[in-house]
């Protein structure tokens, strides 16, 4: 059966340049939607609007009765929408390539998936009152659909050509750096879920609230935040041979975003936990997991490699898979 993007294909195509800057807004989205999701938290208008998909009852926007508290939440799920938009301009550039490449398009519906899955899991949250655990796997989702637009960004703006080797213990090394920051940020909804910036009704009553001792916690997450930068470094002094560069590149910028990530919570937490540098924190644990995910592309260049898009030079994949074939 043919789709309404398969009938657009066959009447129009779209540059590959159209499809960069495509996911280049999406990946802008991708952070900004978790920039939203902080002022929620630290503004305490995670039920602003009570119910979901509407919210309130009988209405799908804010009203004003519903305060501030309202106007932010239901803000908040108008920047998911503009998510959405993002998404489907991707959907729809990469369906429109000349060749197609089946693996981007794969990778734009599921970003498209995750938004949905994440915005269903949200609204969960509401209905359970900003369970602590559900408002937690909120934001997991959130660095999951963060994965899946700086996998996408990386297909279609990596070059394919550019020379990578790289030795084996830092390959071993990238996944170590990348298991240790998942867990670095699961840790971090804990201490968050247990502290004082974990929610509240708009009455102001606290809701409720993890059961781990918050100080114990942050100083968990404290020393996997040291375990993560030890590891960047690491990797820093290991990437120095000449066909390792584009690899020690991205390494410097995964340890300083860790560094800067690492100064606003300590910060933050010697400061009484100002909401400013609660929402960058956030904020920055999303920009050091695309750092992971990207340092992770660069030094394992086999793992998920960059294609050429549009032109002569290139590849979908199915001529991929008949070359590995007669190969």
Request: charged share 10%.
């Amino acid at each position: 059966m043919r789709t309404p993007l398969g009938w657009a294909a066959d009447r129009w195509t779209l540059s590959p340049r159209v499809l960069r800057w495509a996911t280049t807004f999406a990946l802008v989205m991708g952070v900004l939607i978790v920039l939203g999701g902080g002022i929620v938290r630290v503004t305490g208008s995670g039920l602003g609007c009570p119910t979901w998909p509407e919210c309130e009852a009988g209405s799908l926007t804010a009203t004003p009765e519903l305060g501030i508290h309202g106007f932010i939440e239901f803000a908040n799920r108008t920047l998911t929408d503009v998510l959405v938009i993002s998404v489907a301009c991707v959907i729809i550039a990469a369906r429109l390539q000349k060749p197609r490449v089946r693996s981007i398009t794969r990778l734009a519906w599921s970003q498209f998936w995750l938004v949905v899955a994440n915005a269903v899991v949200g609204g969960v949250s509401v209905l359970a009152k900003l369970n602590p655990y559900v408002v937690a796997l909120h934001f997991i989702m959130a660095m999951a659909l963060l994965t899946a637009i700086a996998l996408t960004w990386h297909r279609v703006h990596e070059q394919p050509d550019r020379p990578r080797e790289v030795r084996s213990v830092a390959k071993s090394l990238s996944w170590l750096t990348l298991a240790v920051t998942f867990v670095l940020i699961c840790a971090g909804t804990l201490a968050t879920g247990s502290g004082p910036h974990s929610g509240q009704a708009p009455d102001g009553s606290p809701v409720q609230r993890m059961g781990f001792d918050w100080l114990a916690v942050t100083w968990v997450h404290g020393l996997l935040a040291g375990a993560t930068l030890a590891l960047g470094i690491l990797l820093v002094l290991i990437l120095r041979a000449p066909g390792e560069k584009v690899a020690r590149e991205r390494a410097w910028f995964f340890v300083a975003a860790v560094v800067v990530q690492g100064v606003i919570g300590v910060v933050q937490a010697t400061t009484g936990l100002p909401a400013v540098l609660v929402i960058l924190h956030v904020v920055g644990a999303g920009l050091v997991w695309i750092g992971a995910v990207r340092l992770i592309l660069d030094v394992q260049p086999g793992l998920f490699p960059s294609v050429h898009i549009g032109g002569p030079g290139a590849v979908t994949a199915d001529s991929a898979q008949a070359r590995a074939a007669v190969r």
